[in-house]
């Protein structure tokens, strides 16, 4: 039974709290450390104690990393601002120290997690959390991703919070994850260069068609950490049904006593409800949806996409077309099951600047489907079988597996697929 994974945000989010919400729901820290101390080139040890405010009772898991070798002091983060994003400006989410003052880059870190003894869905996972981070940084200072250097992100212990969450997340089993609206603090954030706005810069850029909520902390409640994770967790695995039964809760805490709300990241499990096998060729009666928008904010439309499919729509396209008065516009259609109709009707409402959405029934055959993976030189890729009748007439690699891997590797996804199609022909 697949499980899915749902953060809501009070507090903020930063890779300790991710990973301690993820240990609050059972994921096992010593497994996570014993795996992490297999190729870190420095011991980490990872201490969880229990945590509480307002009535609410979890988690909070700090990360130690050793530096024999490094004298204490301030690190200055990746934008040379001088303030550590995920340790110590203002929000307090971490309890580690800041050591030394390493310059790693993406090709070093790249390099560790390629050799480590990691599944390859979570280095696939781990790579395009840094590769994202690396992107965020390069398109703020004008530079490539390889040549971004990680200050505060590159220190041990910031790189043991993201491998750790993904080993985390995959000791839970899951296989998508959401995020509902994140907290965004007010104000400035002082740094070596002056006044910054908060969120900081690169924080803001990984926000970027993600849902915030204004509040009136003067803290940075989201740190670059947190924001690539839950970016990469909810863009790249698997879309999260809109119908699901919820297995577990828990608070993951942060370290920092915020001014009116608790400093809490709640994660929820859940389960795919059980539902009747399809037989082959199922022959099913479903609607479509369609609507002509030639007034709405094109940018609109690529998250009203994912929001759709999310919601239970079972397909979603945009046909060019032109208007009334020789307007181009788009042809907006949803496929749907019927019983879901009227949900996603309603969000299309509140999504577009459309006054009407045309409805008609339509029948769909599908073939009946199995999966199996097929190796490539950067991973595994999963491979959808589809059979008529007993007869397997098609095969397609998974594009959301193709994508992961070419973001965290810095290819394109059709060099992963061509890998996977060749695989298949051996």
Not at 296 to 307: F, I, K, R, S
């Amino acid at each position: 039974m697949k499980k899915y994974l749902r953060f809501d945000s009070v507090g903020g989010a930063s890779g300790d709290m991710i990973l301690s919400a993820l240990a609050a729901l059972g994921a096992d820290l010593s497994a996570v450390e014993a795996a992490i101390n297999r190729f870190f080139p420095e011991p980490v040890h990872l201490h969880a104690a229990p945590a509480s405010a307002a009535g609410l009772n979890g988690l909070r898991v700090t990360v130690h990393a050793e530096h024999p070798h490094h004298d204490a002091g301030e690190w200055p983060d990746a934008h040379g601002h001088g303030h550590a994003h995920d340790h110590a400006h203002g929000h307090g989410h971490h309890a580690h120290g800041h050591h030394g003052h390493a310059h790693r880059g993406l090709a070093e870190i790249a390099h560790l997690l390629e050799h480590a003894p990691l599944t390859d869905a979570t280095r696939a996972l781990a790579l395009a959390v840094f590769r994202t981070l690396a992107e965020a940084e390069a398109k703020i200072h004008g530079k490539t991703p390889e040549t971004v250097h990680f200050h505060e992100v590159g220190a041990w212990d910031s790189v043991a919070d993201i491998v750790g969450s993904c080993l985390a997340l995959e000791q839970l089993g899951v296989c998508g994850v959401a995020c509902g609206p994140l907290p965004a603090g007010t104000g400035t954030i002082r740094c070596a260069h002056g006044e910054m706005p908060n969120p900081a810069p690169a924080t803001q850029e990984l926000l970027a068609g993600m849902v915030v909520a204004q509040t009136d902390e003067p803290f940075e409640l989201v740190t670059p950490t947190g924001a690539a994770l839950l970016r990469v967790w909810t863009r790249t695995l698997e879309p999260v049904p809109a119908e699901l039964s919820v297995v577990r809760s828990a608070f993951g805490f942060g370290g920092r006593t915020l001014n009116g709300r608790p400093n809490v990241l709640r994660a929820t499990l859940f389960a795919e409800v059980e539902a009747a096998p399809v037989p082959p060729a199922a022959d099913a009666e479903l609607e479509v949806l369609e609507t002509n928008l030639d007034d709405c904010n094109p940018e609109w439309l690529g998250t009203l996409t994912a929001d759709l499919l999310e919601r239970g729509a079972l397909d979603v396209w945009y046909t060019p077309a032109v208007m009334k008065k020789g307007r181009p516009g788009t042809v907006l259609s949803v496929l749907a099951e019927p019983p879901k109709a009227a949900a996603l009707r309603e969000w299309i409402f509140r999504s577009t600047t459309t006054f009407g959405i045309r409805s008609y029934a339509v029948r769909r055959e599908t073939l009946s489907r199995r999966f199996e993976n097929v190796s490539t030189p950067w991973g595994e890729v999963p491979v959808k079988v589809g059979s008529l009748r007993g007869e397997e007439i098609t095969r397609a690699p998974e594009h959301n597996a193709c994508a992961l891997l070419a973001l965290a590797h810095g290819i394109a996804p059709r060099q992963v697929y061509e890998a996977a199609k060749q695989a298949l022909k051996r």
